[in-house]
């Protein structure tokens, strides 16, 4: 609130008989003093004026004596209508954070340490302040690029590199196994080539801080394995070569055999041979084979060129096939060939309907007695087979006859397969089986056991699929039973004005209930393609939606009240998603009597410097993508913001200043205001449509007064 104080004085004239007042005669930019005899008054020049205090009281240049002398160090001075004002120099900041000064309040310029902005010298540099400045160098890793140390980012070319040692060079009878990279500190690691071993020396190389690989001392050596071993009762095949790879064949004696592994050792890798997996031993058969169902005739010699007869045993007839084993050169017995087979009928024969009675034998005489399965009845013939001498089974000729009648129905079923006394069914599509067993049975008594199954209607596992208030998915649950069904939710969200943007997210669900709904976080002004699946059912329904362009939120600004017709102004704001539609419009209100703002207002562009229009104009339309965290903007400062002029303000008169943020997208716009700076003394009321709380501020309206002499005070309570 504030409080007006008025101390009015009215403004006369002279009558006559009075003498003249000296303090009348005064210049306008004079002040009347007494005399210092006290004879009388006398007109004085007010600061920053020299004259006479009565016919001419012109400006004083108080920058004359140079800008050190009156504003202090780093300063320039700038002199105006009766006073003057100081700025500090590039790379200085005042003491007020004011951006001009008087420094009668002991105001002065101090360093602006630019080294606490983070990235100041660019990837792998480091910044070192300096007095008025600020200088770079780079970092151990980084060299420097196109300039040399030190340098300045915004006056020199030059920048930081990081070192690049390039592809690792390769070392003498070595291959590069693996390598971290070609910056600085990237490791190259060496092996041996095939055919060599590593006898001495380091196998990493380092990405040094000069840009070359260092390091690396591995030395490798051919390999060599020198002469092969020898072993007892045999001789070699080799071609006198020792290096790796090759291969020595060994052959035993005359009068032995191999009863090893193999005959061939290789030079390995490590410089030797391979154990030789020859044993060589003295050639003889042993016993010879024993052949299934047979028996033998032999004289007991093993010696090569023996033989040993076989014959079939009692019980067993002959097949064909050699009869005779040899022992041969090897120590091994020939493989006879004859087959012996037991004399048997083998399985009994199957009848249609029938079961069987049998002991288990398959020997001639053994006999299989045949009965009706249930639901059959023995209706004529023989129900005896016999196993003959020659291994057949005699073909019984019972005849088995059903007793149950036509196939049961059941609803919504068809008959899949069907052999006289069981039937099976099925469901017909567009149904499925709801428990109970699929099989009918013919009974002993004639009469069907009917199968139990149930056929039910099938319905989509996800049915009624929707979303309530652009965040909510509601569905019904089709399910048979009630157990517990797990859901798997997937959504993807993209944007036609933002081509970088994706939103892909997922949730579980587990519930027993039929209505089931979901709320998620779907971000504005996206369009969505959701996808729910049932999981045990296997069933995916798809629905997509597009959500709405919100209120966009108000900033947070720091309130004052200036004035100074070039105000700079603060504000403070979190980053969105809706950066990339959205922008701040500084709106200008001339303020005269009681005004109302609307929030929805579409402003005029900038008005010309002679304009004496009162309504609200646009000085500045500024992307939310070009606005960090904090922002400050300086009002009348004569530059174009996104396409719109910030005209200077008129000296003397009193304007607000409003902030608007606009998100806008197609055909959707939605904005919110608030109250940013009030510029000049004079207060008036200010009612602002859809205005935003941050920064309401009280006011008193005032009345002009007309045809007196007024000074104002005001107090903020």
Not at 18 to 31: E, F
Not at 352 to 373: A, E, F, I, L, N
Not at 397 to 420: D, M, Q, T, Y
Request: aromatic share 10%; proline share 5%; with cysteine.
């Amino acid at each position: 609130m504030i409080v007006v104080f008025l101390l009015c004085v009215f403004a006369g004239v002279p009558t006559a008989g009075q003498t003249l007042d000296v303090c009348a005669t005064c210049h306008v930019n004079a002040r009347c003093d007494d005399k210092a005899d006290g004879s009388g008054k006398v007109c004085n020049c007010k600061y920053g004026f020299v004259g006479n205090g009565r016919t001419y009281c012109q400006d004083k240049d108080e920058c004359q004596i140079g800008a050190s002398r009156i504003c202090g160090q780093h300063t320039t001075c700038h002199n105006t209508y009766g006073s003057y004002f100081c700025k500090c120099l590039s790379g200085y900041s005042p003491s007020n954070n004011m951006d001009v000064f008087i420094p009668n309040d002991g105001t002065h310029c101090q360093d602006i340490d630019e080294c606490r902005i983070s990235g100041q010298c660019g990837e792998g540099g480091q910044c070192r302040n300096m007095e008025g400045s600020f200088e770079c160098s780079c970092q151990l890793g980084y060299r420097v690029h196109n300039g040399a140390e030190p340098f300045h980012p915004d006056t020199d070319k030059a920048s930081c590199k990081v070192v690049d040692c390039g592809q690792p060079a390769s070392v003498e009878d070595t291959v590069l196994l693996s390598f971290t990279g070609t910056t600085y500190g990237s490791e190259a690691t060496f092996v041996c080539d095939e055919g060599f071993i590593w006898v001495s020396g380091d196998n990493i190389s380092v990405c040094g801080a000069n840009g070359l690989w260092r390091g690396s001392t591995i030395v490798c050596e051919e390999v060599d394995c020198g002469s092969p071993p020898a072993l007892p009762h045999s001789h070699m095949l080799w071609n006198k070569s020792s290096r790796i790879g090759t291969e020595v064949v060994y052959q035993c004696n005359s009068g032995y055999h191999n009863v090893g592994k193999g005959n061939v050792s290789i030079c390995t890798a490590a410089g030797q041979w391979e154990e030789p997996p020859v044993l060589c031993q003295e050639t003889l058969c042993g016993s010879p084979p024993v052949s299934e169902s047979t028996e033998r005739v032999w004289n007991g010699n093993t010696a090569p060129g023996s033989t040993v007869f076989y014959f079939c045993k009692k019980g067993f007839f002959s097949k064909g096939g050699h009869n005779v084993s040899v022992c041969n050169e090897n120590g091994q017995w020939t493989p006879p060939a004859l087959s012996c087979q037991e004399i048997s009928c083998g399985d009994p024969p199957l009848l249609p309907h029938t079961g069987q009675v049998c002991s288990g034998s398959s020997t001639p005489g053994s006999t299989v007695t045949y009965y009706c399965k249930i639901g059959f009845y023995h209706s004529e013939g023989n129900n005896v087979s016999l196993c003959t001498a020659d291994g057949l089974w005699t073909k019984p000729n019972i005849s088995c006859k059903a007793k149950c009648g036509p196939v049961p129905f059941l609803a919504n079923s068809e008959v899949v397969w069907h052999k006289r006394s069981v039937v099976i069914h099925r469901c017909v599509e567009g149904y499925h089986s709801w428990r109970g067993s699929n099989v009918s049975v013919c009974g002993v008594s004639g009469v069907w056991q009917e199968a139990t199954l149930r056929c039910i209607e099938i319905k989509p596992p996800i049915n009624h699929l929707n979303i309530l208030n652009e965040k909510c998915l509601h569905w019904k649950a089709e399910k048979y039973e009630e157990d517990t069904e797990d859901y798997k939710v997937t959504y993807v969200g993209s944007r036609d004005y933002q081509r970088s943007f994706h939103d892909k997210r997922k949730r579980l669900l587990s519930s027993k209930a039929d209505q089931l709904e979901l709320c998620l976080n779907l971000l504005p002004v996206t369009n969505y393609s959701i996808s729910i699946t049932a999981v045990s059912a296997r069933f995916t329904a798809t629905i997509t939606t597009n959500t709405s362009l919100p209120v966009p939120p108000a900033p947070v600004v720091y309130y004052r009240e200036f004035e100074t017709p070039i105000p700079t102004l603060r504000l403070r704001r979190s980053a969105n998603t809706l950066d990339p539609i959205s922008l701040y419009q500084v709106f200008v209100l001339p303020i005269e009597e009681i005004m109302l703002f609307d929030c929805s207002s579409p402003g005029r562009p900038d008005p010309s410097r002679k304009s004496k229009s009162s309504s609200e104009y646009i000085t500045a339309q500024i992307r939310l993508t070009q606005v960090g965290t904090e922002m400050n903007f300086t009002v009348g400062d004569g530059l174009y913001y996104g396409g719109f002029y910030n005209a200077p303000l008129e000296n003397g008169r009193n304007y607000y200043i409003i902030l608007r943020a606009v998100s806008h997208w197609k055909t959707a716009l939605k904005s919110s205001c608030v109250l940013w700076a009030k510029i000049g003394g004079t207060s008036y009321v200010l009612k602002v449509s859809s205005l935003s709380a941050a920064a309401s501020v009280g006011l008193v309206a005032l009345a002009i007064l007309v045809g007196y002499s007024c000074i104002w005070f005001f107090k903020r309570t």
